[in-house]
């Protein structure tokens, strides 16, 4: 038999992990099998010049439609995504569909190539196959897109592993012309030698340091900051979860023209994306 004290910890303990070990267990078996069955969308949310408007890209965001429970958004999953490893084909599948957004944009002439990219969120795990550059190679070039409209988020802890690795990595893609952003900047540890030595394009200033930017000294420093760095490095810069008139204010005193946000709309389903650049794109623009 079981002595008392153990029983007495098996009664403290033993449920609760239970239930979240099977509650886990059930999500990747339900993940699994929305995979299977594409329950997988990606709403894309307009990144956006300030000084006229216009959108000049999108981020795809992963969304599960649940049958049940309506849209799911990451954070409810993405953590067992990453752990189970399924973040590998649904990231796979991320790179694609966004591919294949970009060509229905340049067939239905919605978009100038030079001027707008879909950007995509890469998972350390995703970066670190031996094979990744070659899938979105093939991912670009099945679609017959120009690689310049395509755009890979990343991290700055995962230029922090394997520093050598990832620079070869993201040279090889450079050089094919897929562009870099790094995502939620601020929020990392990287340095400017770091980014230096990295081909990266684009700095996305982390939301958090936005929010409180028109209220707190510290984060408007930070923000600064960011901006001043960013110039001098020559990066191109994206704010991040703009949500009021006053922050989109305070980012174009300081010389920062490009965000993303709530002000100017979260991520909406394709066809909706559709309609936003149909209503901001000038005809003038095109020939
Ligand atoms: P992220 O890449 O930093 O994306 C920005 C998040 O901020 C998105 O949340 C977006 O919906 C939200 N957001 C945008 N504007 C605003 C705003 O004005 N206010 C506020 N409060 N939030 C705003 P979402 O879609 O829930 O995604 C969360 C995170 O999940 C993403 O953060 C990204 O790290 C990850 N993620 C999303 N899609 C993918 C994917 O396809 N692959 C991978 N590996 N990660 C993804
Ligand atoms: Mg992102
Ligand atoms: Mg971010
Ligand atoms: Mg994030």
């Known amino acids: 038999g079981v002595k008392a004290s153990g029983r007495n910890a098996i009664a403290l303990f033993e449920p609760h992990m239970q239930v979240v070990a099977s509650q886990r267990l059930q999500l990747e078996t339900e993940l699994r099998l929305a995979l299977q069955q594409q329950q997988f969308i990606l709403h894309y949310q307009a990144q956006i010049d300030a000084r006229d408007q216009r959108i000049i890209g999108a981020e795809a965001l992963l969304r599960w439609r649940h049958p049940e429970k309506g849209i799911i958004t990451p954070g409810q999953f993405m953590p067992v995504l990453e752990d189970s490893g399924m973040i590998l084909d649904v990231g796979h599948w991320v790179m694609r569909e966004?591919?294949?957004?970009?060509?229905?944009?340049?067939?239905?002439?919605?978009?100038?190539?030079?001027?707008?990219?879909?950007?995509?969120?890469?998972?350390?795990?995703?970066f670190r196959q031996h094979d990744f550059v070659q899938q979105v190679a093939a991912a670009v070039t099945d679609q017959g897109i120009p690689a310049q409209c395509l755009k890979l988020e990343i991290t700055e802890s995962m230029m922090l592993q394997n520093i050598t690795d990832t620079v070869a990595k993201m040279q090889q893609l450079r050089d094919m012309g897929i562009h870099f952003a790094i995502d939620d900047f601020g929020t990392g540890y990287s340095s400017l030698s770091y980014l230096k030595r990295l081909p990266v394009d684009?700095?996305?200033?982390?939301?958090?340091?936005?929010?409180?930017?028109?209220?707190?000294?510290?984060?408007?420093?930070?923000v600064r900051a960011i901006i001043a760095m960013a110039r001098s490095l020559k990066l191109e810069l994206i704010a991040?979860?703009?949500?009021?008139?006053?922050?989109?204010?305070?980012?174009?005193?300081?010389?920062?023209?490009a965000y993303q946000g709530y002000l100017f709309s979260p991520a909406v389903p394709e066809q909706a994306f559709l309609q936003q650049l149909g209503q901001t794109v000038k005809p003038a623009a095109k020939a």
């Open 202 to 222: 684009l700095l996305k200033i982390d939301q958090s340091f936005i929010r409180d930017c028109t209220h707190d000294s510290n984060d408007a420093e930070i």
């Open 98 to 126: 966004a591919c294949r957004l970009v060509a229905t944009l340049l067939d239905h002439k919605a978009i100038d190539p030079d001027h707008f990219s879909v950007s995509i969120n890469i998972s350390p795990r995703q």
């Open 240 to 257: 991040e979860g703009v949500e009021t008139r006053e922050q989109l204010a305070f980012l174009q005193q300081q010389d920062c023209h």
